[in-house]
């Protein structure tokens, strides 16, 4: 997908089998979107793309067609909001520690320089070239995915946010219509920047407060146990009223609902893959 040229060119044929050379590559790249620390649940409203995907999960769509119509709209939307880059949507069907997925990759093409040689009179000259490097086996900050369970719909999102001018748009929360809580990684900048304001406004120690969190989280995390605001308010501000209180307030009104809980990675496995080729 092309959008400042405006090109746009669907595959016809699913990727059944994938190459052993290529397969690291995409496992790596899936790894690190199970891994995200991004990745922000979701909920579809009034979502097109939600009755697609009901319509391919009731027999309704193929695999094949329900790909390119999610990479159109894609494509459209994009156009719309003014994101010309080059890109490759793939969609996959995913199983992840028994659980499966559908997971739609936006994947935005990099630029490096290569060299190429070429003969002229019998005379050897090497030419740098600008070559377009179609997928990363990373997660770049273009790139934009979405995971659904296939079981109960339920949506993630990864993606950072496009900056045009004053403007941030999150382009997957718009075009997939959907409403997006704060990622772990957005949680816990937002915990570590109010914890440590108020501990400054009430001369507390920072340092030792900021500590604290960091510790609680981690126990948390590597329990697999949930933790709720309140418990935090109160293990961080106990003996200061003022600043628990504050805490909670600043807290609840952004809208923050945290959760230590997240995926860990174990094994995944191929169904079938889809993508969109450039031309």
Known sequence: MDTKQNI?????????????????????????????SNRKKAQFVNSPIENMIFDYKTENLTFQQLSVQI?????????????FHTSDFLLAEVKFDDIRYLIGIDNANSYKLTHTTQTIQNQIQNEIILYKTLFSNNLTKDDRVFLI??????????ENPYVSQTNKIYVFEEILQCHAQHSYKET?????????ALSNKYHLDTMQTISSLKSLIKDNVENDETIETDEIAQMLFDEHPLAKSEFLEQIYSIGLLFQTNYFMFRNFTFFTIDTTKQP
């Open 71 to 83: 990479a159109q709209i894609i494509f459209e939307e994009k156009r719309k909001l003014n994101i």
């Open 149 to 158: 369970e296939y079981a109960n719909s339920s949506l993630q999102i990864i």
């Open 188 to 196: 816990m900048d937002l915990l570590n920047m109010t914890v440590e």
């Open 8 to 36: 746009f060119v669907p595959s016809d044929i699913e990727i059944n089998q994938i190459n052993d050379e290529i397969l690291p590559q995409i496992e790596s790249k899936l790894k690190k979107i199970f891994t995200s």
